[in-house]
Each structure stands twice: as C-alpha cells, then as structure tokens.
C-alpha cells in the first residue's frame, strides 16, 4: 500500500508539481500543535524529499507550486503567504504580509501573479517585485478558495455565502452578480486546467456544479452525492471530475456526468481533497487520517 505518511495530524490539503514527480502537502490541526510544516515528496518512490519546510509561525492553509515547478508558495494562519525554493527548500525573499489570516494562495498560469485571500478581502502580487499589483478585492464574506483563469483574464472565489464570485482583472470588478446555484456553503473552486470557459466547484450541499464563464449560468445538471463535497477538480485533459466527500473518491465523465467507477473507500477518515496528476493517471487524496494516499486510476489500487 503506497501511503505518503510523515504529518503528526490531519493532512488538510496537497499539490503536484507541474511535471507530476512531486507531491507538497500541508498539516493542519483541529488544536493548538507546533508542526506548522511544509512536505514534498516524491510520487514515484513514495519517499519525503529533504526537511520539512518550516517558516510559519502557525497553521498552513495551502501550497502551490510556480507553473516552473521551481518554487512553491504557502498560506498560513500566522497572516503571511511564503514563497519557497523547492530544491533548496528554503523560503525566497521575505513573505509577503498582511493583517490577518490567509485562507488559500495560488499562482496564475503564467507564473506573474499570486493571489491570496485575506478573511473577505483578495490580494494580487506580482511574483517579480513582490509588491501588491492592485487594489484587494472586496469579497461579501469569509473567501475559502480561489483559482485563476489560465488565459489569466479571470480570477474565481467561492466563499461562506453559499455563492461562486467571478472577476475581471483587467477591469478588477466583479463579472455580474454572484453565481447563484448551491444552497450552502461551497468550498472548493477551480477552472479547468485548460479552460477559461468553465468553473468547477463543490459544496456542503452536496453537489459539484459547473459554471459557463460568459453567461454564469450552470452547465447542465449538478454531480450528486449523500455528503457534503470538499473538494472538486478537473483532469487536464478536461475530460473527467474528481471529488472527495465523507472517506470516499468518486471519478465522473464531464460530459455524461456518469460515474466512470463505484465510489472507493479512499481513508479511514474524512476526505480533505482530491486532484488529477497532470498526466491523468493518478489521484492523489488527503485525509484527516493523517495521511496523503495515491491511486492508479486504471487498476483502482493504490501503488506499490
């Protein structure tokens, strides 16, 4: 059985380098503990990579690797978002700073840009300068997720008001009114690797819904399940979803919507997140298990 296990609590969140070799995941604990690390590892063998990355004075909210897959950036309850080098594993430059907690931090396609999500406020940095690119974006409540356009045009967010926000960065203004569809609150959103056309997100309502980008209107009908989903991503080629919702992984056919295969135990615990590697042949999933898990989605096992 080929578990990633080195986190002394629940593994809340995880990422894949943009060439697929390497897999960073944060910990996050339901109490008050002292591991505030980063770890990266590497798919193939299973092994950690080098030390933890330690920096954050608090709980890591989220990782993401540049599109070079040279550095990595991090979001922290200890109100900093930190930009590492993934070979030396050492931070790059002082964080970048604000007044509160960061819930999330991504990069946009092209590297140029972080975006990061302060409580209801979104902040835009440009990679080179580190200075803020714009004024923040004002949110209507507590933002859990954001993802970028891979045109770069658009930023989406989704947030405790049960609603998808969508904006444009070249106006900085919202796109129409919020999209209106889930009935509590949503927490997770992404485009599509290779969509700009498109919004993916998951919610506590228990659904995934896709959002058409031009008219905000949903794509079709939802993806349904009996728990409520943490999270929901597209497969590069834009041809499947997967979610994790209760201790299970489900894969669906975007376009019929149907199953491509029955809902597998995943964990032992509650499902944190789920996403394609960049090839499509692997899901990885965290847990509150304390563990990250990566499965062949052809022979449905995990890798040994």
């Not at 990633?4 to 697929?20: E, I, K, N």
């Not at 690797?65 to 790059?92: C, M, Y």
């Not at 580190?130 to 356009?149: A, C, N, T, V, Y």
């Not at 590697?277 to 563990?291: A, E, H, L, Q």
Request: proline letters at 5%.
């Amino acid at each position: 059985m080929f578990v990633l296990q080195g986190h002394d609590d629940v593994v809340y969140s995880g990422a894949f380098s943009p060439d697929g070799e390497l897999l960073a995941s944060l910990f996050k604990s339901l109490a008050a503990s002292l591991d505030q690390t980063i770890r990266v590892w590497n798919v193939k063998t299973g092994k950690q990579v080098g030390e933890p990355f330690r920096g954050h004075t608090s709980a890591v909210s989220s990782v993401a690797f540049s599109p070079s897959g040279e550095h990595l950036i991090s979001a922290s309850r200890d109100s900093t978002v930190r930009i590492w080098n993934v070979k030396t594993g050492t931070q790059d430059g002082d964080p970048l700073k604000h007044s509160s907690a960061v819930n999330c931090a991504v990069f946009s396609s092209d590297g140029q840009w972080i975006a990061a999500a302060f409580d209801k406020v979104v902040q835009i940095w440009d990679m080179k300068t580190r200075k803020p690119q714009r004024e923040p974006l004002k949110h209507g409540d507590m933002i859990d997720w954001l993802s970028f356009s891979p045109d770069g045009n658009y930023l989406t967010s989704c947030s405790s008001d049960d609603n998808v926000w969508l904006w444009d960065l070249r106006t900085k203004d919202p796109v129409g009114r919020p999209l209106d569809g889930h009935t509590n609150r949503v927490l997770s959103v992404a485009f599509p690797p290779n969509d700009s056309k498109h919004i993916v997100s998951s919610s506590r309502d228990h659904t995934v819904r896709i959002w058409d980008v031009e008219t905000g209107k949903q794509v079709g009908e939802p993806f349904p399940d009996d728990e409520q989903i943490n999270a929901a991503e597209v497969s590069f080629d834009n041809k499947f979803v997967v979610s994790g919702s209760g201790s299970r992984v489900r894969i669906w056919d975007l376009e019929t919507r149907e199953r491509v295969m029955y809902p597998f135990q995943a964990h032992d615990a509650f499902v944190s997140s789920a996403q394609f590697s960049p090839d499509g042949k692997r899901v990885m999933s965290t847990s509150f298990d304390n563990t990250i898990r990566i499965w062949d989605v052809e022979i449905l096992k995990l890798i040994t």
